[in-house]
């Protein structure tokens, strides 16, 4: 069973054909994509696919713990695979699209800004934009 179809398991959601195309196409994107353009490739594979379902779908996959969900830097909302369980955030690069994951997550260090605003958070995100090594390199040149 690949990590795909364990999570669907998991989850006790059904792995539709159109599902798995999603979340096979999302990984080897290997970068943060709209969900227009995840629905552009995954077409490729799975002509039926129309995009009210591919949306839909992409909320399941975001449920079961394959997809992330990323502030792209103008506003729009980017996907990216998944297929680490710990909390993390990203590192996403503005000349390619790729999508670094890292661990440290800032909202601990603010907890007294939370307790003295007597805030009670129940999300966030976090990104950083820049350029990754490859595309700070070119940019260089
Ligand atoms: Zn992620
Ligand atoms: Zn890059
Ligand atoms: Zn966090």
């Not at 792995?15 to 969900?35: D, H, N, P, S």
């Not at 939370?114 to 934009?129: C, K, L, M, N, R």
């Amino acid at each position: 069973m690949t990590y795909i179809e364990k999570c669907f398991k998991d989850k006790g959601i059904r792995i539709t054909g159109q599902r798995r195309v999603l979340a096979e196409t999302l990984k080897e994107a290997g970068r943060a994509v709209t969900a227009r353009e995840l629905f552009r490739e995954a077409k490729a594979a799975w002509p039926d696919m129309n995009f009210s379902t591919v949306y839909r779908n992409i909320q399941i996959l975001k449920d079961i713990g394959l997809a992330c969900e990323i502030a792209g830097s103008d506003g729009n909302t980017l996907y990216a695979y998944r297929d680490d369980e710990e909390h993390h955030h990203h590192m996403i690069c503005k000349g390619c699209g790729k999508t670094i994951p890292f661990e440290f997550c800032p909202i601990e260090e603010l907890k007294g800004v939370f307790d003295d605003a007597g805030f009670v958070p129940t999300g966030h995100s976090f990104e950083v934009y820049g350029y990754c090594r490859e595309c700070s390199k070119r940019r260089r040149k």
